[in-house]
């Protein structure tokens, strides 16, 4: 079973829908939970984190967290075609000074 | 505010031949992580580093090497390089006691 498990896309999501990524993880010691953006041949970009269970909004993004489920997922609302990308899940033990274990990622196209 | 850099963009060596991959982090930041990305793949924890000393390792063999420096940069360096070695990679700074990483835009290393 692997650390952290997305699956791998592609996801196809009208402009305007809601985008809906999930990300599974192994480790139920697990605590910070992070989502990254990666463009086609760029690094990935740090858009959301959470540490909590329960919904964290930033804009048109939403975190939730299910611990019990060992579960997390992103919503993105409103979606772009500038949101087509690759998105990260990334998982740590402790809240700082802790290694990131990465999904494969979930590649999104947003369809105009 | 200054953002992770990293340098070079690009690199072409040969095998068995040794590389050294530098950056500097993001303003404020005294943490230091890499990572290596293969192509589809997650980035994979290779070492961090916090005052000057490594402090987590992930599954690389000895011939991935790193140091800090006193003003928190970094370099990583991979010895006898293999064909295996081409990846993205990936520096990331934090502040101590905060997890949330933030990417530089990466080395491109070719092993040819």
């Known amino acids: 079973q692997k650390e952290v498990e997305q699956n791998s896309g592609p996801l196809s999501v009208p402009e305007g829908a809601i985008a809906s990524l999930n990300c599974t993880y192994s480790?139920?010691?697990?605590?910070?939970f992070f989502w990254y953006r990666q463009y086609s041949g760029k690094s990935p970009e740090l858009i959301m984190f959470?540490?909590?269970?329960g919904d964290k909004e930033d804009g048109r993004f939403t975190a939730q967290l299910n611990k019990a489920s060992q579960y997390v997922s992103l919503l993105i609302r409103d979606s772009q075609p500038s949101d087509s990308a690759t998105y990260l899940c990334?998982?740590?033990?402790?809240?700082?000074?802790?290694?990131?274990?990465f999904g494969t990622g979930t590649r999104l196209t947003i369809i105009p | 505010d200054a953002g992770v850099t990293q340098s070079p963009t690009h690199l072409i060596k040969t095998r068995g031949q040794q590389v050294t991959l530098r950056c500097s982090p993001k303003?404020?930041?005294?943490?230091v992580s890499w990572y290596q990305q293969a192509l589809g793949q997650g980035p994979q924890f290779i070492f961090q580093?916090?005052?000057?000393?490594?402090?987590q390792r992930g599954n690389f063999p000895d011939r991935f090497s790193g140091h800090q420096f006193p003003n928190y940069s970094s370099e990583l360096n991979v010895n006898a390089l293999l064909l295996g070695d081409s990846a993205l990679y990936l520096c990331?700074?934090?502040?101590?006691?905060?997890?949330?990483?933030?990417f530089g835009p990466g080395t491109r290393l070719t092993v040819t």
């Open positions: 990331a700074s934090s502040f101590v006691g905060r997890n949330e990483q933030y």
């Open positions: 480790d139920r010691g697990s605590q910070s």
């Open positions: 959470i540490y909590s269970n």
């Open positions: 990334a998982v740590s033990k402790n809240f700082g000074n802790e290694k990131l274990t």
């Open positions: 303003s404020g930041h005294d943490t």
């Open positions: 580093y916090y005052e000057e000393e490594e402090r």
